[in-house]
Structure formats: C-alpha cells, structure tokens
C-alpha cells in the first residue's frame, strides 16, 4: 500500500477537527451544516457528514460559535499545509486567524497602511466620516502574511542592491516598510444571500483601496448546497476562488443522492475551476 501523502493526511486531521466541533450531527439526523428547512440541503450534508465519518452528535451551535470554530480549525490547516511548501515558495511567512475583528487589520500590512492615516482623518471630520462611510474597512477571518526582507538575504548570492538603488521596493526591509498581505481568506460556515455578498464587498473593498499588489482573495465554506456555492462561485473579477470543505464527498453525495442538476452545476464550478477543494487551496497560495 503506498504511503499517504502529507496533504492528504492534513485533509483527514482537518476534518476529525471539525467532526470534533462545529459539524455535528443532532439527534433528529439533521447536521449543523444543513439547512433545516431545505430537504436537499439536508440531505446534501448528511451524505458528506457520513463519507466524513460522522460519529459526534449534537445540537446545531449558534452560527456565530460554528463560525469562528471554523475559522480556527481552517486557519490551522492553511498554516500546516502552506509552510510545507518553503520550497516552492520562500519567505518569512505568518498565516492566522484575525482575531478581535479589528476593523483596520488589514492597515497593518504594506498594501493598506495609509488607511490608518484615512481613519484618522475621518474621526476629525464627520463631512468626510460620512462621505467616506465604511467602505475603507475590511476584517479578513484569516490572513497570510509574507515578512520584509533583509539585505543580507536579498545579496546572499550576490550584490543585488544598495544605498543607491530600489529604494521604494515594497519586500526590502531596509525601505521601513510594513509586512506584505499575501493573501485574505474569508470563511463562510453556510452561504446564505448575505453571506455571499459580504464576502464579494470584503473583495472588491480590497481591490478599490490597496496601494500595490493586490493579495489573493480566497471563500472557504461548508455550505453543502450547489445552488447557494454558485452563488458566490461564478462570475469573475472579485473572489480568486471558492474552496469547499469537503468537495470530493460532496461531489460523491449529488451523484449518489442522483440529483442531476446539482451536479451539473458543480460540474459547472469545477470544470471552470471557480471551486476547489480546501486540498487546492495551499498550493494556489504559492503560486
């Protein structure tokens, strides 16, 4: 028998985590990642729930609690699985869970720490406050983050750089420049319509008010319904990718349940590469 990779071993431990927590099952057969009122949807995720091994059991947790244990147990595989790949993607690297929901987060990263100086400026001025509103705000549920480097490693080959040149590089450290946002990833336990759109206006208040790169804008969820997942997969030119907790089972659970037209619409996802599996997300991130 060959020997299980690292990732495929991280997927396992990910999902014990969550078995362990906020993906329950209640007395009734009825798991918290379900939409109760939805009999697809039900059946959706007690299909997967079984592939996954289900054997806790419980009632559903305040979406507020299965949320943030969510965001917890996928900031701790995103962290494991992507500083496994310093080969393919050196660097300093931080990735964690925001935690506070501290509204200026993102200002203590290069790309956005001239919104510090904004925030300012509007607590001083409530004409500009309420020109301004809050659209400058962002709090990713998780953050990765790259570290400035030193002169002593961007020469370590050769004499690349010095007091006379690339002064303004965002990655040299010797610029006093702030760490660089790679990436910001929103986890969304279930989708329902609100959901989706805050995590395209958390993406496109990203894009609107950086100052260079723009980071990787990454949905994490467990919603087991393809209607509600096409609702913040398709389309283009806000989030990179949707990835899904558990894509291969759920995949396995429309074709066993025979529902055709969810799994044409994964199909539909999948194929146009605007869902993946949470196993994808780590090595997106070192492109």
Known sequence: MPKPTQFSEARKAFHVKLLAGPLTVSPSGVVSNADKDSKISVNIAKGIADLLKAETSGERK??????SQFEDICSGFVRNA???LGHLRPGDWDVHQVSGRNRLEIAKYEQYAHLVALDTAAKGNPALAAALGSDYTITPDIVVV???VSDEAINLKDLLVDDSVSKLASLRKANGGS??????????WTIRSDRAQNARSEALNLMRNRKGRLPNIMVVTAEPLPSRLASIAL???DIDCVYHFALYELQATVEALKLDDAAEMLSVMVDGKRLKDISDLPLDLAV
């Open 179 to 188: 760490p660089l946002l790679h990436a910001s990833i929103s986890c969304k």
């Open 62 to 67: 305040a979406g507020q609690t299965s949320g």
């Open 82 to 84: 992507f500083l496994q």
């Open 146 to 148: 790259r570290g400035l």
């Open 235 to 237: 389309g283009t030119g």
